[in-house]
């Protein structure tokens, strides 16, 4: 499931295909001239979410199909689409991708794709976005109506059409153990002030955990992975939050609140709030993890939380998939709201009024949202309040990266479409829920409607209530500047992640404060920033 970082360097434009002739690519049709094969091929990248809801796909799809499907290819090598997809029809007879893109996600693949003789490498599937899912009844409308907003941008090329369906929701964030939390008494943090609060107070003076579980192990505010970036899945939304919705959403265009193509957006207060915030959580100089969590990869780190040797866990909703034969203990867990940042308090983020003074009454504010209370601290806006509302129902996502694409030379493209529109159908969600741990296509639907609800775990209850209202965070990739230029969220500075360099909080570390790893960041990507223009082809 682990999508790692890459460097700034690794573009995936091939050598022979330069950027001035990424304009021939606005039609987008295919040629092929192959003869129909009597079965619709399906790739599967197999990672956190597992093969067994599409395997359930297949076989009630094939009940009725004139045209049958087979799950030709399951691999957990990502490469695999590329080399495949870019092989073109001669070597490839695959029909339908569930796939699963790397940091500059799918659209690279379309200038590649001339490589071929394809205007565009992509079968087109607007109509599948203005067709009606089959079987919602009342609440049955076009797909692109029914389909988050954010997903229908995050499918859609520059010239309007739409070549990608997201098959995963992918929300990630803060998971707790809520058996721990109810045993010790503990509340749900509203703010970062309050989560450290928290960490603090599940420390003896000694700085040693205060709790052990039931095999004498001490339990650590806060477990981690060295190995990966799952810190992202806070810092991106601490970051966004801070600056707000729209601002951040501009860093994917690589453009400032003025809308100006800069290398500045690195500068930006909101990243540097965020950094400080994840370094607090996982330094060894604050002694909520264990000195020996940054060795961790993510099946160690996730392994370690559902032992009961943490609190809480930063990861995503294919966690329960992922680690389903681990631990009894996956029962009970959920998602936790993340913890608003404090800093959006601070007179250099993007609160409209900046009527809100304190933490206790930024909390205040966070009850009122939530139906807690009926008042609201003195002096405080609306226009704050909104903010702080719209900062409380943001959450990264990986679905964005979670797509499935029929290639534009395929043999079975009818075939392929007519599986598509089976998938999203109620009937497919209902396969998909029930045989993916809640897994689902991020439609705007009402989940207590769907019989497989009742059967969802507390963890995927948990999600499934986040995605009511939800704004979502994550990469987009319908840039040229991402997928092509490969603008990224976030940069391993110095091959490292910022999981690795804050928890390597040492004497020896050239990261002792995230205020030094962001200056660095900051550098690195004003070095780089004409080469991400030139290869987006804006310079």
């Given at each position: 499931?682990?999508?790692?970082?890459?460097?700034?360097?690794?573009?995936?434009?091939?050598?022979?295909?330069?950027?001035?002739?990424?304009?021939?690519?606005?039609?987008?049709?295919?040629?092929?001239?192959?003869?129909?094969?009597?079965?619709?091929?399906?790739?599967?990248?197999?990672?956190?979410?597992?093969?067994?809801?599409?395997?359930?796909?297949?076989?009630?799809?094939?009940?009725?199909?004139?045209?049958?499907?087979?799950?030709?290819?399951?691999?957990?090598?990502?490469?695999?689409?590329?080399?495949?997809?870019?092989?073109?029809?001669?070597?490839?007879?695959?029909?339908?991708?569930?796939?699963?893109?790397?940091?500059?996600?799918?659209?690279?693949?379309?200038?590649?794709?001339?490589?071929?003789?394809?205007?565009?490498?992509?079968?087109?599937?607007?109509?599948?976005?203005?067709?009606?899912?089959?079987?919602?009844?009342?609440?049955?409308?076009?797909?692109?109506?029914?389909?988050?907003?954010?997903?229908?941008?995050?499918?859609?090329?520059?010239?309007?059409?739409?070549?990608?369906?997201?098959?995963?929701?992918?929300?990630?964030?803060?998971?707790?153990?809520?058996?721990?939390?109810?045993?010790?008494?503990?509340?749900?943090?509203?703010?970062?002030?309050?989560?450290?609060?928290?960490?603090?107070?599940?420390?003896?003076?000694?700085?040693?955990?205060?709790?052990?579980?039931?095999?004498?192990?001490?339990?650590?505010?806060?477990?981690?992975?060295?190995?990966?970036?799952?810190?992202?899945?806070?810092?991106t939304v601490w970051w966004a939050q801070f600056e707000g919705i729209?601002?951040?959403?501009?860093?994917?265009?690589?453009?400032?609140?003025?809308?100006?193509?800069?290398?500045?957006?690195?500068?930006?207060?909101?990243?540097?709030?965020?950094?400080?915030?994840?370094?607090?959580?996982?330094?060894?100089?604050?002694?909520?993890?264990?000195?020996?969590?940054?060795?961790?990869?993510?099946?160690?780190?996730?392994?370690?939380?559902?032992?009961?040797?943490?609190?809480?866990?930063?990861?995503?909703?294919?966690?329960?998939?992922?680690?389903?034969?681990?631990?009894?203990?996956?029962?009970?867990?959920?998602?936790?709201?993340?913890?608003?940042?404090?800093?959006?308090?601070?007179?250099?983020?993007?609160?409209?009024?900046?009527?809100?003074?304190?933490?206790?009454?930024?909390?205040?504010?966070?009850?009122?949202?939530?139906?807690?209370?009926?008042?609201?601290?003195?002096?405080?806006?609306?226009?704050?309040?909104?903010?702080?509302?719209?900062?409380?129902?943001?959450?990264?996502?990986?679905?964005?990266?979670?797509?499935?694409?029929?290639?534009?030379?395929?043999?079975?493209?009818?075939?392929?479409?007519?599986?598509?529109?089976?998938?999203?159908?109620?009937?497919?969600?209902?396969?998909?829920?029930?045989?993916?741990?809640?897994?689902?296509?991020?439609?705007?639907?009402?989940?207590?409607?769907?019989?497989?609800?009742?059967s969802l775990s507390q963890l995927q209850k948990s999600k499934m209530?986040?995605?009511?209202?939800?704004?979502?965070?994550?990469?987009?990739?319908?840039?040229?500047?991402?997928?092509?230029?490969?603008?990224?969220?976030?940069?391993?500075?110095?091959?490292?992640?910022?999981?690795?360099?804050?928890?390597?909080?040492?004497?020896?570390?050239?990261?002792?404060?995230?205020?030094?790893?962001?200056?660095?960041?900051?550098?690195?990507?004003?070095?780089?920033?004409?080469?991400?223009?030139?290869?987006?082809?804006?310079?």
């Amino acid at each position: 499931m682990k999508k790692v970082i890459k460097k700034i360097f690794t573009m995936l434009l091939i050598a022979s295909i330069t950027v001035s002739s990424l304009g021939i690519f606005a039609s987008c049709t295919g040629n092929s001239t192959k003869a129909d094969a009597s079965v619709t091929k399906i790739a599967l990248i197999q990672k956190g979410y597992g093969k067994a809801f599409l395997e359930a796909l297949v076989v009630e799809y094939n009940k009725t199909a004139t045209t049958k499907v087979e799950i030709a290819e399951s691999t957990s090598f990502m490469d695999y689409v590329e080399t495949t997809l870019l092989s073109g029809p001669k070597a490839n007879d695959i029909d339908l991708y569930f796939s699963i893109q790397g940091n500059n996600g799918a659209f690279g693949y379309i200038a590649q794709g001339k490589a071929n003789g394809y205007d565009c490498i992509f079968e087109d599937l607007s109509d599948i976005y203005n067709s009606v899912p089959t079987g919602y009844g009342e609440e049955g409308k076009p797909f692109k109506e029914m389909l988050n907003e954010y997903f229908v941008e995050a499918s859609t090329y520059t010239n309007g059409k739409q070549y990608l369906i997201p098959w995963a929701t992918g929300i990630e964030g803060l998971m707790y153990n809520t058996a721990l939390f109810e045993k010790h008494n503990l509340s749900v943090p509203r703010t970062t002030d309050e989560l450290f609060a928290l960490c603090d107070s599940l420390l003896g003076e000694d700085g040693v955990p205060k709790y052990e579980n039931e095999k004498g192990i001490p339990i650590y505010p806060y477990t981690f992975s060295g190995k990966v970036n799952y810190g992202m899945y806070l810092n991106t939304v601490w970051w966004a939050q801070f600056e707000g919705i729209d601002t951040f959403n501009n860093f994917l265009e690589g453009k400032d609140a003025n809308g100006n193509l800069t290398p500045e957006i690195f500068a930006q207060e909101g990243r540097l709030s965020a950094y400080k915030k994840y370094h607090k959580l996982i330094s060894k100089a604050s002694g909520y993890t264990d000195v020996n969590a940054n060795g961790n990869d993510f099946t160690t780190a996730q392994t370690s939380f559902l032992k009961e040797e943490s609190f809480m866990i930063a990861t995503g909703d294919w966690v329960e998939r992922e680690m389903e034969s681990s631990s009894s203990n996956i029962k009970t867990i959920e998602f936790m709201p993340i913890p608003v940042n404090s800093d959006i308090i601070d007179e250099g983020s993007a609160l409209p009024d900046h009527s809100i003074k304190s933490d206790a009454d930024l909390c205040a504010v966070i009850d009122y949202v939530n139906g807690k209370s009926e008042t609201l601290p003195t002096g405080v806006t609306q226009a704050d309040v909104d903010f702080v509302a719209s900062a409380m129902s943001m959450y990264m996502t990986e679905g964005d990266g979670h797509v499935m694409f029929i290639p534009s030379y395929a043999n079975q493209i009818n075939g392929a479409k007519d599986f598509i529109k089976f998938v999203i159908s109620k009937q497919g969600q209902e396969i998909m829920i029930k045989n993916g741990m809640g897994n689902r296509i991020p439609m705007d639907i009402d989940m207590t409607k769907m019989d497989a609800y009742n059967s969802l775990s507390q963890l995927q209850k948990s999600k499934m209530t986040i995605m009511d209202g939800i704004t979502y965070v994550g990469r987009k990739y319908n840039s040229a500047i991402t997928f092509n230029g490969g603008l990224s969220l976030w940069y391993s500075v110095d091959t490292n992640t910022c999981d690795a360099s804050f928890s390597m909080n040492t004497s020896s570390s050239s990261y002792k404060d995230a205020e030094t790893y962001w200056l660095r960041e900051c550098e690195l990507m004003r070095s780089q920033w004409d080469n991400i223009l030139q290869n987006a082809g804006i310079r």
